[in-house]
């Protein structure tokens, strides 16, 4: 499929490893010109062609300036995200004080980054915002309370924002993984173990393989390669009438009527 989205510049939130490097990959593999932000430099040399700049994107001062930095932009990626670290079932196992860290990088960095954005991407009349969530957001998991509801708020943040962003040519979406093996994935596991007793521990394969058979209808882990291939689908004009949509990349895990 030609998606031409050749010559197109895209910045990517939290490239430097993960969903959001593959992302970052995928479209400058399409020809784009990707510029990435994320706290830590890349583990990994990127794509020639992908640009790194270091930041925190919980600060709305060094969110600007890369936007303001980085020229004319036709998509904005949010890939950032971070659990608590700890444990959810029941949710009194958290403190109320894990609370506000977890919300400030999955819910108020991706607001940042939609202010700095969408008016440049409104003046110019056409181009996407695509916001990656968890389907952790939409089923009320008690994994990690803290980012189910973070991802929860970012899923009707992105709503309001494709109805603001419509008029101008602007679109949307949220892309929800279930079960990616990521550094963050691993966290999850390493949080589910703490104070477990010894005989009751499990091997993160072990664990995981058992979790994605009990919760994944096909029975395996996603790839960050397929949510890249979604999010450069979901830039391009063959995506022209979707907006406002969360799209799952699950195994069939979440599924709406
Ligand atoms: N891995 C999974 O199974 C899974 C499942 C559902 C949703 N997700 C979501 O996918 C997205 C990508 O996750 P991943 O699995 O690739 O995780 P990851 O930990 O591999 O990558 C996350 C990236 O975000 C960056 N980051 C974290 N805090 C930051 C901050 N304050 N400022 C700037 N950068 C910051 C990290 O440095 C890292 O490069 C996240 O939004 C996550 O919630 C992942």
Redesign the pocket.
């Known amino acids: 499929m030609q998606l031409q989205l050749e010559g197109q510049a895209v910045a990517v939130?939290?490239?430097?490893?993960?969903?959001?490097?593959a992302i970052a990959e995928a479209f400058s593999a399409e020809g784009c010109r990707v510029r990435c932000?994320?706290?830590?430099p890349s583990p990994r040399p990127l794509h020639s062609g992908v640009s790194m700049t270091t930041?925190?994107?919980?600060s709305l001062a060094a969110v600007k300036a890369f936007a303001e930095d980085s020229g004319p932009v036709n998509h904005v990626v949010?890939?950032?995200?971070?659990?608590s670290g700890k444990f959810g079932f029941p949710f009194w196992n958290l403190d109320p004080a894990d609370w506000p860290r977890v919300l400030?990088?999955?819910l108020i960095?991706a607001v940042n980054v939609a202010h700095a954005f969408a008016p440049r991407l409104a003046s110019r009349g056409r181009g996407s915002l695509l916001?990656?969530?968890?389907?952790?957001g939409q089923t009320g998991s008690q994994t990690d309370p803290p980012?189910s509801a973070a991802?929860a708020g970012l899923i009707n943040f992105m709503q309001c924002a494709a109805k603001d962003l419509a008029p101008h040519g602007v679109r949307a979406n949220a892309l929800?993984?279930?079960?990616?093996?990521?550094?963050?994935?691993q966290?999850?596991w390493a949080a589910s173990q703490k104070g477990l007793p010894e005989a009751e521990r499990q091997e993160y394969a072990a664990w995981a393989e058992a979790k994605i058979r009990k919760v994944s209808p096909l029975g395996r882990w996603?790839q960050?390669e397929e949510?890249a291939s979604m999010a450069v689908f979901l830039a391009s004009d063959r995506a022209g009438n979707i907006t406002g949509q969360t799209i799952n990349i699950d195994g069939g895990q979440v599924m709406h009527a």
């Open positions: 939130f939290g490239a430097a490893k993960g969903i959001g490097r932000f994320d706290r830590d930041g925190d994107v919980t949010y890939s950032v995200g971070a659990g400030e990088v999955n960095g916001f990656i969530v968890s389907v952790a980012y991802k929800s993984p279930g079960m990616v093996r990521t550094d963050l994935n966290s999850v996603q960050p949510i």
